[in-house]
């Protein structure tokens, strides 16, 4: 099983992985992209910059589906990808689009269950993360996730052994206990 945390920058994605983690004892995995990113000198708008993160994606949800991977949770997934590519020019849309079709008719996102975290940081200070501060608590992420979930849940209703579930964080220990 993959369980995959997705969500837009600040919404509290890796803290509730890893509650999550530590709840079901199963590892957590984050993928070191800001350091590979830079020591590869990649370009934000660049093609080679999306491949480089889908090709990722592709192998451990490939690994999944052929009951090759342990159980793990996942920091950022196939989505995170897609959103990111058309938000930094990588790819349009309808090229990422077909990139959510080609994934799901490869089956690979059997025995995956995706947790999509929104909700509003209510600490708003400059956290000097990574190369893409400038894009905290921006709505087109937001709006983008929507998009490729929409597009999942219309076009692919029955699909088997896949499931997305919507957690608003409401930054309060009580529900994220309460959900996760």
Known sequence: MLVIFEGARNSGKTHLAQIAAEHNNIPLY???????????????????????ALGKELQLLQANRDGILSPIILDRGFLTVLVWGVLSKRIDFEEAIQELDQIVSQGLLENCKVYYIHGDNPNKSDRNKDNWDFRDNTSDEKYLYQKFITHLLENYPNFDNFSIHSFENKFDETSIIREI
């Open 30 to 52: 984050k993928f070191e992209f800001v350091k590979w990113f830079n020591s590869l000198d990649l370009k934000d708008d660049s093609r080679e910059s999306h491949l480089f």
